[in-house]
């Protein structure tokens, strides 16, 4: 019983990644398609916790959080490049 | 337009601090679990590169006054070295060898000579990658062009 | 298990590392440089003393035994091209000490310079196919740092196409070594060897032969060539002399050993091939030779023929053509190492590459007009000089398999033309140079010389030891040339104690 909950959580969470894939693909400003970019990076993560949890394994945790360190990494520089052009500034007082 | 980074520079704040311990664990782990020197010094970079991302080059700079090249070729010289020191000791080139102490606090301990080489791996992995983004934000027309443009 | 094996890896890469250290103090870097390349000499010598003796030598690296861990392998080959890369990479190091200049000095030549010369070294001396694509980029990568410092615009332009060929051949490489392993479960080059044997030398086998033969062939500019002249002329002297000298020759290396221990089985197809290769390679070198006025053009084309006949003399597979091939190989470093220097000292001289901008300079440079003609007369082969008993050697037995197969008289004839082309083309640089009408006044010269005759001396010491001691050096010679032919010494010395 329990097991078929977490298959059909994994099955809703892989059509919400394709829901934001059509937001990406679709998506009419650049902020949309960033946004929908984290989104399924968070679901992926979600999924790797509920799959870790269906195959009983720890095995997947470094990869959680190393995915969750990098989508953030990621979506942070975007945003910055959309809000002021250059990514690294090489001094922002100026 | 001036804008003020506020909300970005706070998280960084806490958060590389969790990046930081988190790639020091995948570091310690990388003997016999996945991590290792490569994936611990990436790690590393990527949080750096976040403090980068929150401040500026110049502020890192000021903080971290380490020049990444030398850093690099530090890390590599330390894992060839590594790997040289089993010549001395009569064994093949590369060969490893490892022990079990006890040490404070951590009880008894596998310390093995792959470490020292992921130490290298490390350094140089981190070295490399602040180098490049270092190269990307630069001015080309500042003072440091090294042929005149 | 010898340890004396990794050291011309290894000096170099640790010296290269410490050198880009400090890389602020440039005397350091000198000295230290200079020491390292000596001892990689000696431990090269050493090496080819202890192979004569001994026999083959390896390293298993770490330890883990030979198919399975890396074998670094040294058979007599390996150990004379370590010997002749570290002779001409020290007199490379001499000419650039005076020529390179202060820019270039700052911005990390040095350290570059010594990993181009560890990964040469590794390729010669690695028995691992996938160790040999490692080494091939260490190589590559210090390549294209090499052509792009300094940043002009002939070298950026060249250095893209540089980078372009060599990263495609480098991915066809990759995925010749995918597939080889998807079909034979193994890439220690005695293990493949012994699998090739056991199966025979199918279809698939023989495609991804002909696939590495096109990746080895960029890499040693066996016809498909088109990228060395541009690439050569663009350079400054003392980085095309190292280019010249070792870059080609790591691939025919690996042509001659992948072809000889590995890929043996259907010489109908490949070794066929190349043969046709070769002597397409040695004609259209010799035109371009001949027709360019350029003398750095004229420099680049003749590696071009060197390359071809080198391979050509290898395909005609006989013991005594194979030791005229390693011998004519060997001859080939030292000499076309000679000849860019004294082509560079030319250029330092007169400020242009144009022969039509040179006239007498014999007046007041005799020794280099001198030095001139002796590696002109080498390259084509005039008997006491180096190039002679290589070139009779793979004549001679060409000519005899040519009676079994009449296409070897083509090649045969196609060497000559291209002997003579050679020494139309370094005669007319000699007479259009050094004769005439002395121009320039030694005021009016654009660069002095002082401190770049004394590597070219060198090097023709050794050129003309190499050919006059012929009775001395032909018996390592042969060995070389046993050990190439017969792939069971090599077998057994890798894989002794497995099978």
Redesign the interface.
């Known amino acids: 019983m329990f097991d078929r909950l977490l298959l059909l959580t994994l099955i809703i969470q892989a059509m919400a990644i394709a829901m934001l894939l059509y937001r990406v693909v679709k998506g009419p400003s650049i902020p949309d398609r960033v946004i929908a970019m984290d989104a399924i990076g968070i679901q992926l993560l979600a999924m790797m916790a509920v799959l870790s949890i269906y195959l009983r394994t720890s095995a997947f945790f470094e990869v959680i959080l190393l995915l969750g360190i990098l989508s953030f990494i990621g979506t942070v520089a975007i945003t910055k490049s959309i809000r002021k052009g250059a990514l690294v500034e090489y001094d922002r007082n100026r | 337009m001036r804008t003020n980074n506020l909300i970005l520079q706070t998280v960084t704040k806490i958060v590389i601090f969790i990046i930081m311990t988190f790639a020091f664990f995948l570091f310690i782990s990388g003997h016999n679990n996945p991590g290792g020197g490569f994936a611990g010094g990436m790690t590393t970079a990527a949080a750096l590169v976040l403090l980068y991302l929150a401040y500026d080059v110049k502020t890192v700079h000021e903080g971290i006054p380490v020049d990444f090249k030398t850093l690099s070729l530090l890390g590599v010289f330390i894992a060839v070295v590594t790997g040289t020191s089993s010549l001395v000791m009569g064994k093949p080139f590369l060969n490893q060898s490892f022990g079990y102490y006890t040490l404070p606090l951590l009880g008894e301990t596998e310390l093995t000579t792959a470490l020292l080489f992921d130490t290298g791996v490390a350094m140089a992995v981190v070295g490399m990658a602040l180098t490049i983004i270092d190269a990307i934000s630069k001015d080309i027309s500042e003072d440091n062009c090294p042929w005149k443009p | ?1 010898y ?1 004396l094996v ?1 050291l011309p890896l ?1 000096i170099p ?2 010296c290269g ?2 050198m ?2 400090f ?1 602020k103090s440039i005397a350091f870097q000198k000295c230290l440089s200079l020491l390292s390349l000596l001892l990689t000499g000696a431990a090269a010598f050493y090496l080819v003393q202890q192979v004569s003796a001994r026999g083959i030598q390896i ?5 883990w035994q030979a198919p399975f861990g890396i074998v670094l392998v040294v058979d007599m080959l390996a150990a004379l091209l370590l010997a002749a890369a570290s002779l001409v990479s020290i007199a490379c190091l001499l000419f650039a000490f005076k020529s390179i200049g202060p ?1 270039r000095e ?2 990390y030549f040095y350290p570059f310079l010594q990993f181009l010369i560890a990964g040469v070294n590794g390729c010669f001396l690695t028995g691992d196919l996938f160790n040999l694509y490692v080494c091939f980029e260490v190589m590559l990568v210090a390549s294209y740092v090499l052509l792009s410092l ?2 002009s615009k002939p070298q950026l332009s060249e250095g893209i196409k540089y980078v372009v060929i060599n990263v495609i051949s480098s991915t066809l490489f990759l995925i010749a070594i995918g597939y080889l392993y998807g079909v034979l479960g193994t890439l220690n080059m005695a293990h493949l060897s012994l699998r090739i044997a056991a199966i025979g030398q199918t279809g698939l086998v023989s495609v991804i032969a002909i696939l590495l033969l096109i990746v080895f062939s960029l890499k040693a500019a066996l016809f498909l060539y088109f990228w060395l002249p541009g690439a050569y002329g663009a350079l400054p002297p003392a980085i095309a002399t190292i280019f010249a000298a070792l870059l080609t020759k790591v691939g025919i290396y690996a042509i001659m050993r992948m072809f000889s221990l590995v890929f043996y089985h259907q010489p109908q197809i490949t070794h066929d091939l190349l043969a046709v290769m070769a002597v397409l390679t040695m004609l259209i070198g010799g035109i371009g030779a001949v027709v360019h006025g350029d003398i750095r053009n004229i420099a680049a084309y003749n590696v071009v023929i060197g390359v071809g006949f080198v391979v050509f003399g290898w395909t005609v597979f006989t013991p005594a053509a194979v030791t005229g091939a390693i011998y004519y190989l060997i001859h080939d470093m030292l000499m076309k190492a000679l000849l860019f220097m004294l082509v560079g000292t030319i250029i330092i001289i007169v400020g242009s590459s144009k022969l039509r901008d040179m006239s007498g300079m014999i007046t007041h440079h005799p020794l280099l007009g001198w030095l001139f003609l002796i590696s002109a007369l080498a390259l084509t082969g005039i008997p006491p000089l180096s190039g002679f008993v290589g070139k009779y050697l793979i004549i001679q037995e060409g000519l005899t398999r040519g009676a079994v197969h009449t296409g070897y008289y083509i090649g045969v004839a196609v060497g000559l033309l291209s002997t003579l082309m050679i020494l139309y083309s370094l005669i007319k640089i000699f007479v259009r140079g050094f004769w005439g009408e002395t121009t320039l006044s030694p005021d009016m010269e654009k660069g002095n010389t002082r401190g770049l005759i004394l590597p070219c001396i060198l090097l023709t010491a050794a050129g003309v030891f190499w050919g006059g001691g012929a009775e001395l050096i032909y018996p390592y010679v042969e060995m070389a040339a046993a050990s190439l032919l017969d792939p069971a010494i090599y077998i057994g010395a890798v894989l002794g104690e497995v099978i």
């Open positions: 298990m340890n990794v290894l890469v640790l590392l410490l880009g250290i890389r390293l298993e690296l770490g330890g820019e700052k911005y300094g940043g």
